[in-house]
């Protein structure tokens, strides 16, 4: 049944398929990463974010900064009841303000964060490109200067099947234009409009918005430079960046 991407995210069976597990070390090596790079200018203390969901990476996140304040958004009220719900539980409450929100429509502050995180694919839930591109313009916004940006998105490199796709697509490139990469996604029998991002595009929107200093690496890329071999049959992929705002 094909779907809009909030009301997919509103359903009850799909955010209790949101496990609550804590963050994957690909994620923790981002936050190390975004620490020291801020470091020259302070610490960590406020943090934005965006498609929080049911509040997987929040609780990780708190520990690691102990930061005074962070504001998590989700575009579903549901999953936003439900992480206002685990930030109880988990006593982060107080400093944790929560907003159901479009990222695209985040925009009305700037200068207030030293960290923005769009983890864990939110973006393939966003299959404008003048959408992504409002997220990446509103976390730079956002962004102290010197302010970091860190994020996975969906990969069009990964199993066999769905590379082989993305190239036919890229080579036609001329009729597909930004749409190259789209790819109906989903699960629980939705199929919601999804995106799947090239390396290099992902690399230009950021640049496009005014990101500079910025790395993304697959994940069979980063943990390759960690001698470890990643099997692409059990996992996405995907990629996962860093960024600066000057
Ligand atoms: C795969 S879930 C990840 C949730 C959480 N970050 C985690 O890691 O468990 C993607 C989340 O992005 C949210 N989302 C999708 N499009 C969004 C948008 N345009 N603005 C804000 N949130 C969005 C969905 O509602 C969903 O909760």
Known sequence: MKIKNKDFWEKD???????????????HYMLEKAKKLYSSSGAITTIKIFG?????????????????RIVASDISENMIAKCSE?????????????????????NKISNSFELVTILNSMM????????????YSNSFQILKPKGIIVGTVHNQEGVFAKTMYFKVRNLFSFIFGD???NRTTGFNGFEVPGYYYSKNGLINDLKEVG???IEVNSLDEFYAKNNIVYDRKKGYNNLIFIATKP
Request: hydrophobic share 35%.
């Open 52 to 68: 929080c969901g049911s509040g997987r990476e929040i609780e990780s996140i708190a520990d690691f900064y102990k930061p005074t």
């Open 179 to 181: 749409k190259v990469g």
């Open 13 to 27: 069976d799909v955010i209790a398929t949101q496990r609550l597990k804590k963050i994957a070390d690909f994620e």
């Open 124 to 135: 393939t839930y966003v299959p404008e490109r003048k959408d992504r591109i409002a997220i």
């Open 86 to 106: 685990n930030l109880k539980l988990w006593k982060i409450d107080s400093i944790t303000e929560t907003l159901a929100i479009n990222a695209t429509e985040y």
């Open 211 to 213: 990101f500079k200093n």
